[in-house]
């Protein structure tokens, strides 16, 4: 793919790590959009990017210029949901926050089990660009949770908090429970791992 972009396309940053104009922005979004069906209907064993792009009307070519298997764009569709969360609030009391953060987390694909089972395979990939997005989707969580966190941010309930979304992921991922008891669970988990609030 040429790097060259003509002086009157305006660049959009995408997760993929390069900078690509409107039409290709637009080229991810349809590949991406078009993983969530494909998964849905066929389950991470029978997706393929080359049916990801056959749905998306894209050449299978083009679709692996910019993602180097399924688990990076599986990866990526995972990455795009938690970076279009809102801000954090403010409001509530410290379990309250926390608890609707780590929520929200556990939502962004668990009323789509096919693609919630896909994200967990995928985000275990050992893919270049899957360690990557994996690195930046650990940022973000951490961000927000600590966001949520505020004036507890104590290295080691952030950390119990994150280990805690971790394993309830790989937990529903191996079928011990539903990826949408998860947020449940979460909460669960939360009330158990913060400070108990002042009287």
Known sequence: MSGHVSGNEQLTTEPTRRRL?????????????????????TG????????????????????????????HL??????????????????????ERVVEVLREIALLVSDEPELAAACTTALL??????????????????????????????????????????GALVHAGMGYTSYARVADRLAEMAELILPEPAE
Not at 22 to 39: C, H
Not at 45 to 51: M, S
Not at 56 to 70: C, I, L, Q, R, W
Request: net charge neutral; glycine share 8%.
């Open 21 to 41: 104009t409107d039409r290709q922005a637009d080229t991810v979004r349809r590949l991406t959009d078009a993983a969530v069906v494909e998964v849905g209907e």
């Open 44 to 71: 991470y064993d029978g997706l393929t990017v080359r049916n990801v792009a056959k749905r998306a009307g894209v050449a299978p070519a083009t679709a692996y210029t910019y993602f180097a298997s399924k688990n």
């Open 74 to 95: 599986i990866t990526e569709v995972f990455w795009r949901r938690l970076s279009a969360l809102p801000p954090v609030e403010a409001d509530g009391t410290l379990h």
């Open 125 to 166: 990939g050992t893919d270049p660009d899957v360690r990557e997005l994996r690195v930046r989707i650990g940022v973000a969580i951490r961000g927000r949770i600590q966001a949520a966190l505020r004036d507890h941010d104590d290295p080691q309930i952030l950390g119990a908090l994150e280990l805690a979304y971790t």
